[in-house]
């Protein structure tokens, strides 16, 4: 028989029971009033996760989180525009990919992928003038770092120039300033910390944002067209309807547990035990900078010598744990934990118990 499985990966997330449950309601088309009615306390609801988001409105997608990425920047930076790319990793190189698909014009500002972002020379492009937009990864899932998004944001508010932010895999975990970071809109998904199930992703834009011509080269992924009909209740095309059921209780059940706040002290603390438990295995956190500039939603950790990636996976996986491998130039030298989702004190300390028998016992078989 196998065990529950409890996933470690970043998303999708092990489901509460009560979001699994809301997967099972009456079967609903979404050109009916009732889910028009769903809709729209959906969206006040994501508008809502975060304080001082009075400007911004909330635009549902279904898609995966990369959906709502492409969404944004290929509606909001316009045929005309130019932006800046501010990237360290994976997820900033494809929003570069996009504009690039886009045909628009962008410049990338890269820093190694195991340091923040480079802001010195992301001040000096601004100060040219010369861009429309700033792009950047709040959580970078590549090395599970917390980008210095507060100080990119002065810089935007300082030059003028508005963020278009991915937030998948912060949003609903870690501090968002809408306003502060001069954020005109950012992209994020139901399965990470939001807890929902995959298939429905969203935007949260400054309306006059929404309501200037958009850039969009997509027919699908055009947010004006979304944003249109969603403020009526409806939708150009067909909802995932019951992905929306699960999101809505997942929302309910973030605002019955104290919201993000709540979330993130709780995340800290299943990842403080992780990191207690792989430092006395000696198994070191992957960031030179170490724990401080990490996320309490992902850390990665160098692959210890003695140990193969496939194997300390498999052998996890065999107790009931999915961890997630390195990706890209990190394949096979990390592998990274993440702690979002329906995850006990309990299931924290099978894991513990868990990574210090497949570790030592690895460590005792070479
Ligand atoms: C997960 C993630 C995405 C989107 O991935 P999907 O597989 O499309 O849901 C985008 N950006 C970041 C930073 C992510 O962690």
């Excluded at 990706?327 to 995850?343: S, T």
Aim: net charge neutral; hydrophobic share 40%.
């Amino acid at each position: 028989m196998s065990p529950r499985m409890r996933l470690l990966n970043p998303g999708p997330v092990s489901l509460t029971e009560r979001v699994r449950q809301a997967l099972t309601l009456p079967d609903l088309c979404h050109r009916e009033e009732d889910f028009a009615v769903m809709q729209r306390e959906v969206r006040a609801g994501l508008e809502s996760v975060y304080t001082g988001a009075e400007r911004h409105s909330a635009v549902m997608l279904t898609g995966s989180g990369t959906a709502a990425v492409e969404a944004m920047v290929g509606s909001l930076v316009q045929r005309s525009g130019r932006a800046l790319v501010v990237a360290n990793g994976v997820y900033g190189e494809r929003m570069a990919a996009m504009l690039d698909a886009q045909g628009k014009q962008f410049e990338i500002v890269r820093s190694d992928w195991k340091k923040d972002l480079d802001l010195g020379v992301a001040e000096r492009a601004l100060s040219t003038g010369a861009f429309t937009h700033v792009l950047t990864v709040h959580h970078e899932t590549t090395t599970g770092r917390l980008n210095d998004v507060a100080g990119l944001g002065a810089l935007c508010v300082r030059y003028e120039t508005p963020l278009l932010l991915d937030a998948v895999s912060s949003f609903g975990g870690e501090l968002i300033e809408l306003e502060k970071w001069n954020i005109e809109a950012l992209a994020a998904t139901a399965n990470k910390c939001l807890h929902g199930v995959p298939g429905v992703s969203f935007v949260l834009a400054r309306r006059e944002a929404l309501e200037r011509p958009s850039g969009a080269t997509s027919v699908y992924l055009d947010l004006a067209r979304h944003w249109k009909e969603q403020r009526s209740g409806w939708s150009p095309f067909t909802q995932s309807v019951q992905c929306v059921y699960a999101l809505r209780e997942a929302l309910a059940e973030l605002r019955d547990e104290g919201g993000w706040s709540a979330r993130h002290d709780r995340y800290a603390a299943r990842m403080a035990s992780v990191r207690a438990e792989l430092a006395e295995l000696g198994v070191k956190h992957f960031l030179d900078d170490g724990e401080s500039r990490s996320s309490v939603i992902l850390n990665a950790f160098v692959q210890p010598e003695n140990v193969s990636y496939p194997v300390l996976h498999d052998r996890l996986k065999e107790k009931g744990f999915v961890i997630y491998a390195g990706q890209g130039p990190y394949q096979g030298k990390m592998f990274r934990i993440a702690v979002m989702g329906d995850l006990s004190e309990r299931d924290i300390t099978e894991l513990r118990t868990a990574l210090r028998e497949v570790i030592t016992v690895a460590s005792k078989t070479v």
